[in-house]
């Protein structure tokens, strides 16, 4: 009773609340489990104390599958761009006159030190370097009229075939060991052995050449490479130094499309061509060894010499560079180091993989140095062992003229790659006073552009 109103409850009423009631609680969301809520919070936990991670774990992911894209179209185009590359070198690397430098003892100096146009104008040519070397005269064989047996074999050497001819001679092995015997009068195989032997040129260029005291040489056969003009020379230079390019017809005709017409004067700028007729070799890179070592064999009268490598332009003054390289070291011979290699039999497994000589060509050679007990050693007199040879410059002394020689009669007897027999003669003649100089001054000294064409191999007429 409440406030005099009396209120009653049913039985029936009760059980309705009481059911409602029910209902109401069994709606009720149950909470989460603990084991729940406390794995949540480990995971948010995770995540704030490794939000980098997880922020730059996409990227380098992405940046995985980029870089493999990359390199699979890089493998695709890359004949493409090595060769507009090559394109490119040449137009960058030709007439730079900025010199090379290189870090010594963490001070930053020229490769070639050079004097100045000034100091070169007044400099005269100074006493020969040569000394202490046996041999004081040198004499060449030449055709005696005897007839030469092809089947000696002590002649014989690349799987019974030779290279040997009526230019170069028929040196025999006996007589190959003999010319590293040096006496105060030496006779060897020297090239132009007959005037049936070939490498024929024209009177007029002899005439020239006869007048060079200096010479700067350079050759082209097989229509293998341009014709780079020199530059960097003083006006001193151009008077006392001859510029002579060897060609071929096969250049010639390939210069001549090119818009290079040899003047009346026989000149291409600052370049006398010397048309070489009857070349004596069907390897045309053999036929380019002439030139490059018996330069004291087609300039008579010169004292001094230097020899480019086709592929390169020469931009250096010839007689700043006689100065630097021969006279200052007081040396008769300088040519440059290799770049890569040390050891004449890593390189000659270089060559091999490279395919510029034959496995079997190699081992032939390589078989002869080891009878002849050349031992695999990277230093040389205190010098690296292997020369790079696309850059030599040389005073003309017997010394120097007898070293070229037997120099030449090695890549005839064996393969034309004159890295590998350069360090065998070096060792068995003991030339004196020999700078071997740095890589970086070979780039010092030339521009190089490279092989511009393929060489065209010499096709013999036969009767």
Known sequence: MLNGVSISVSEDDGDVAGRTRARARYKRKKPWPGWRREFLRRVVRTAIRWWRVLLFLPAFVLLLEIMRVGKKLSDEDRPNLTASAKEEESPRNLNRLDPMTRVVHGVREPCLKILDPEQIENLGFPASAEVDFPAKRLLYKVDSGEHHVEGNVTFLQNNGTGRFNSFTGYQTLDEREQSFKVNETAVVHCGFYSEKGGFKISGVDKDYMQTCKVAVSTCAFGGGDDLFQPIGMTNASLEKVCYVAFWDDITLSSQEKNGKVIGEDHMIGKWHIVVVKDLPFSDQRLNGKIPKMLSHRLFPNTRFSIWVDSKSQFRRDPIGVLEALLWRTNSVLAISEHGA?????????????????????????????????????????????????????????????????????????????????????????????????????????????????????????TS
Not at 344 to 353: F, S, T
Not at 361 to 366: A, T
Not at 399 to 407: A, E, G, P, Q
Request: proline share 6%.
């Open 341 to 461: 290699r040390s050891s004449l039999y890593d390189e000659a497994k270089a060559v091999v993989k490279k395919h510029k000589a034959t496995p079997e060509e190699v081992e032939i050679q390589l078989r002869q140095y080891q009878l002849d007990g050349i031992p695999d050693e990277k230093r040389l007199y205190g010098k690296k062992a292997l020369a790079e040879a696309s850059v030599i410059v040389r005073e003309h002394t017997p010394s120097t003229n007898m070293f070229m020689c037997l120099w030449f009669n090695e890549v005839v007897r064996f393969t034309s790659r004159d890295q590998l027999s350069f360090p065998y003669v070096l060792r068995r003649l003991k030339i004196p006073r020999l700078n071997m100089f740095p890589v970086c001054t070979r780039k010092d000294l030339v521009n190089s552009i490279g092989h511009t064409h393929k060489v065209k191999p010499l096709v013999r007429q």
